[in-house]
């Protein structure tokens, strides 16, 4: 049985891990599809820089919902206010699993205990300043980089971001 320390310390670092990835506002997560949006972190810590270090601290959240595993190759995310999303890069996300989709560049590949899946944006694409509803779209394999809701499959909305925030869909 462990000590009174362990204990302490192993409930003090499942709130402050609670804390980061539940930070509010954004709506409730859902999908209609094997895909799902459920967290984001649309500005990442310090300056906004071109740097890949910044570029990979602004990501959002993607959870396979389904038993099995998914190429979530060809899956659109559709940024509000801008058409420059390009579809996901081929991965197999196994059931169940999270991947965190990052802005900068990196080799797809399960680290650091995560599924890490990289974009290759040299600047940064995720807005810090909303309200739109809702600024980020998951769109089907196929879908259309448009601002609309055609093909989508999850939604997030943050409103204005906090630095270096992850906020739950």
């Known amino acids: ?4 320390l362990a204990r302490a310390a192993a409930i003090a670092a499942a709130a402050l891990t ?26 990442a810590a310090g300056s906004d820089t071109n740097s890949n ?5 602004e990501y959002f959240v993607i959870k ?13 995310p559709d940024i509000t206010t801008n058409t420059y999303g390009r579809p996901l890069p081929s991965y197999n996300l196994p059931a169940g699993a999270v991947a965190y989709v990052r802005t ?19 600047r940064h694409v995720l807005r ?9 779209r998951l ?3 196929g879908s259309a980089d448009n601002n609309t809701g055609s093909g989508s ?3 997030c909305n943050w409103g204005r971001a906090a630095n270096g925030t992850t906020y739950r869909c």
């Open 1 to 4: 049985m462990p000590g009174p």
């Open 139 to 141: 769109k089907r394999p």
């Open 104 to 122: 900068g560049s990196g080799t797809n590949r399960y680290a650091s205990g995560a599924h890490q899946i990289y974009r290759g944006y040299g």
């Open 64 to 76: 396979n919902v389904t038993t099995r595993t998914v190429n979530v190759g060809g899956y659109v």
């Open 18 to 43: 609670a804390a980061t990835l539940m930070s509010a506002p954004a709506q409730a997560a859902s999908t209609t599809g094997a895909l799902m949006i459920t967290h984001v972190r649309p500005n």
């Open 53 to 57: 270090t910044s570029l990979n601290g």
């Open 128 to 136: 810090n300043d909303g309200p739109n509803n809702p600024d980020l």
């Open 153 to 155: 499959i999850s939604t």
